[in-house]
């Protein structure tokens, strides 16, 4: 009835239409296939084409669609038992290729849009293949076929108020896809091609915004396909909705690495697109404006591109006080709002981890990206995201403490994994090498770290790495006796800067000093070393290394003393703690007291345990390294080194042999001489009383002011830093 009377056959069809002559054989077959036999559409369509001067025998569904009559179009008035088959017929139709799994999701649909009739989808079924307005397909691929014009014409049904369902056709399959996704496996991508083609199809562009919610970039491997999908998703569409519109950029970077590598394997693309540096300016500010209605998944997604954008600028405070608003914002939510999805939050926690990480809180970060790995273990158990870039950037964490043996760990079970998901390398691989070359630098192992270097060049890691590429380099110079180029490499590295960054609060900053202070020494820069050491002050991170290796270089022993002693009252870590030992141990053997620098090596070794490197060590100079590895080559603590690295390859003679080996680290032999004038020495012997600065000038016929310029002038020479510490070197002065 609502399609007109059927041909039972393509000759039957040909003797009712009125313009079959304007048709061969085969446009006739086609045409008839196309409108089902039904007779009055068919007239219709080839008037139309007719009058228009085009092919009559054109079956395009494209070219179709505007020329097949409003007044054909179906309707669904009732609640009869032919409107529920209508309805159902439309469901069909919506349906690009109708599987078996498109007609279970079909049959969902129909329940979906609560239908009034008491038929059911199997009992109506039959209805539409009796009538031919549903086929059964040859073939294994396909179940049933709808005909083309019946398909457009069904299509045009976008209202059922009085009809016998409460959800129009494409309302009710999108509450089926919905469902679909909400109880997808993990483990099982069956059905997701389809039920994406059907989410173009009816253009339901909240189906791709909960995907992306639920499964990030796992999405490009769930369904290669699903790269199209988010591309063509329209612009008005994008422009409102901050979830699609990161979805896109990741579906835009991708494929350009997919154009770029030319290939479509989902492994090899995810590894190789950098989505951690995707910023969306146009998205900026949202966040912090009120009279925008923001649901959790949004505030989410926006609170992690705002940090992004602050910290791939190097404004770290400004990141984490994005995340910090974003998540009071998020609290905020009212009882019956659904907070951020478990993916979105954990997405948000790993900038969150990178933030810490940037601004030195390393045990914060650590515990905020453990939360991650843990969401990954239980959610996304089989997908690579988030779990390998949970890993590796705890690593990150791990290693900046200077907890090596967990780094190892870490990386270990991110490499792991990696190929239990079949990838060849990790999403990350950029950072993980950077991580694996410092390690291989804490072990000293030089060829390692060579063919890592090698890697890494071919790579070319993004400059939002940071310096941790660069210090890592210079180390591995000074280890080969290139100490020069090292020391070239770390003044003039961008990424390094720091005197341009003296100001830097973030305890991240004391380890690159503590690097760089280490290569500048080993490189005889005892100019530029000094120029780091005036720009810092007692609060500046790193400060009391730098002074340390500073006092080292010119035989300041109380100076070195007093240095090292606020590095290991810090709470930097115990790789700095090492270092405080090793450069104690140094002066100590420059000295002549023999026993009391075994035993601080001691301590350094116990150090080197905990952060499972050798760092400290290696900066000992050659005379005093070579001294002391023979002389505590015996000792316990050589073993619990060795087993920190948890390696068979690397034991305690291992480690003394590689450290035996190094060119020397520490070219400046310390001056224990400082010669003084006859005045000097009388102003040293007049302090070494209780007698006040003003008694003491007046002896010396000056006002207060100017002794204290003097005595300022002396300390210098000295290297002391106070009355009481040029007393005491002149004490140890007399002794020695």
Known sequence: MQFGPRAASAKDFASALELSSALSASELERIFRASGGRTRIADSLIQARV???????????????????????????????????LYLLALFSWTPKITSSMVDLVYAAFGAGKVTNDATPD??????????????????????TVPTFIRILMRRISAVD??????????????????????????????????LDLVLEIRDWKVLERGWARRSVNVFVDVPESIEAFLNVPEAVVAKNPILTLARSAARRIDSTRRMLGTDDPGKLLTATDFDSIVVPELHGRLADPRLPLSGDEMAVLTMLEARHHRLNQNFDAALGVIERGRERMLSLGAGEPGPTLMLQAELNLERGWCLIAVGRFTEAASVLQNVVHFAGIYTPNSSHPLLAGLVVTAMAELGYGHGTEVDSSLELARENARRFGLETLPDEHVALCVE????????????????????????????????????????????????IAAKLVTESPAVQILPTMGN?????SGIVNIVGFVLAAAGETKALQDISDRMNTSSPGDSIVKARQALVFGQHDRLWAATGQALGSDQGPRHKSCAMALRADILHHEGRADEALETFGHMLDYCAITASMFA???????????????????????AVARSFDSAEVTAAVLQKRLLELPETSPVTPDFQTDLTAAEQSLLFAIDSSKSIAQIARE??????????????????????SRAEAVAYAHRTQQG
């Not at 060590?617 to 080559?633: H, N, T, W």
């Not at 010396?700 to 830093?721: C, I």
């Open 437 to 484: 070359l410092m390690r291989s630098l804490d072990r000293i192992d030089l060829d390692a770290a060579e063919g890592i270097l090698a890697a890494l060049d071919e790579a070319k890691p993004p400059q939002s790495l940071g310096p941790i590429l660069d210090c890592s380099r210079a180390l591995y110079y000074v280890y080969r006796g290139r100490a020069s």
């Open 617 to 639: 060590a290696a900066q000992l100079s050659k005379s005093a390294r070579d001294a002391l590895i023979a002389a505590s080559a015996d000792f316990s603590e050589w073993e």
């Open 505 to 509: 609060a973030s305890a991240r900053f």
């Open 700 to 721: 010396f016929g000056v006002v207060s002011g100017t002794l204290k310029n003097r005595l300022s002038a002396l300390y210098r020479k000295l290297g002391v830093s």
């Open 162 to 195: 009085d009809g016998p369902a409460k959800r129009t056709p494409r309302e009710a399959l999108s509450a089926a896809i919905a469902d679909a996704v909400g109880r997808q496996r993990m483990d099982s991508r069956e059905g997701l091609p389809g039920l």
């Open 51 to 85: 009058e228009a001067g085009l092919p009559a025998g054109d079956t395009d569904p494209d070219r179709t669609v505007a020329m097949l009559s409003t007044e054909l179009s179906p309707a669904i008035s009732d609640s009869s038992r032919e409107s529920a088959a």
């Open 123 to 144: 009992g109506l079924t039959p209805l539409l293949t009796s009538a031919g307005l549903l086929a059964v397909a040859p073939g294994d691929s396909e179940v049933f």
